[in-house]
């Protein structure tokens, strides 16, 4: 729910959460890099890195040259060059950890093969570039009627205009592969300017509406996350969640990227585990693996003539019987290996928030009724007196 992709007012400010830029979720400017460099000189003679950082609509950012040695800081509203004409955006990061980013970026620090910062930007860029931003919530509604009429299994979820008007980018997605020749057709004829089409995925289109998620907090990819990592269904299977879609899919119809931070944690812990299709072999029959607990490290077998009644037992207890079934050797039952599990009596929730009981609306209070009671009671001799 970053301020990056909501519209803007007629005087620059954010429509969105009316915060004008300083929410508390740092959404209005993602991935904010401090420049902890910005009050240390440069060592000996060595030149300040010429690159620059801009973020552009959407945390879209670049890398740009400061060919003309503009004295820039962070906030400054520069016009870059683009093909054709020129963009308005807003420095992020200047100095040597421009070149931090790139390297981070796996981007290439020639600074020569960067396009260049025209100027900043005056008034009068600021006033097409705030008309230019206040039209496209109107033209991405024309632009959605006029796909619809053509019957194309797309999803327009934003337009872009470029700082000088001269260009607009129209952000879609699809499931299929959409022939939309005519459209861009359409498009030019009815906007009167350059039209480029970019497709995006559902988690990027998620990124840049933004929203809040299952867990009450506004969504990774629209406040910090960066890189968008496949999610398998393997992952909810190593945490032994139910594979249900409605519970695993995030807002953007995938699989939530929350799924892959715990995996490592599970991944180690399930590495003292056996495999669950092992059988142990005993006196009485070979039991099999019905269920584990990863964070108790305990496992539950059962008889493959008694599938009803499962026994507890420990890892190192499983891995124990192994170890003799390796050896060709038999034991005479699991239930000798069966301990006792202690749980302790400390609570595992603490109320420090000092919030009310959940059953505090089960049982009337009684206090209340006594009084209506005497109240009644006071009434009905009051009347009978009178009628007496």
Known sequence: MGCTSCATGANGQPKGCRNNGTCGSDGCNKLTVFDWLSNMSLPGDQKPFNGVEVRFKNGRKHFYQNSENLSLSIGDVVATEASPGH????????????????????????????????????????????????????????????????????????????????????YYTAEERVDFRQLIKDFARTFSTRIEMKQVGFRQEAARLGGVGSCGRELCCSTWLTDFRSVNTSAARYQQLSLNPLKLAGQCGKLKCCLNYELDTYMEALEEFPKTDIKLKTEKGTASCQKIDIFKRLMWFAYDKDGMNWHQLYVDKVNEIIAINKKGKTVASI??????????????????????????????????????????????SRNTKKNG
Not at 344 to 367: A, C, E, I, M, W
């Open 87 to 170: 963009d308005i955006g807003i420095v992020t990061l200047t100095g040597e950890l421009v070149r931090v980013q790139m390297k981070k970026k796996s981007e290439s620090t020639d600074v020569e093969a960067l396009p260049k910062i025209y100027r900043k930007a005056t008034q009068k860029d600021i006033d097409i570039w705030q008309k230019c931003r206040e039209k496209e919530l109107s033209v991405q509604k024309q632009s959605r009627e006029i796909a619809m009429a053509l019957g194309l299994k797309m999803k327009i979820s934003d337009v872009e205009y470029q700082g000088d008007g001269s260009k607009a980018i129209f």
């Open 335 to 380: 239930e000798e290996y069966i301990e006792d599990v202690i749980e302790s009596d400390s609570k595992l929730f603490n109320n420090v928030v000092g919030q009310d009981s959940l059953t505090r609306f089960d049982q009337p209070k009684r206090r209340r009724n006594k009084r209506r009671s005497k109240n009644r009671n006071r009434s009905r």
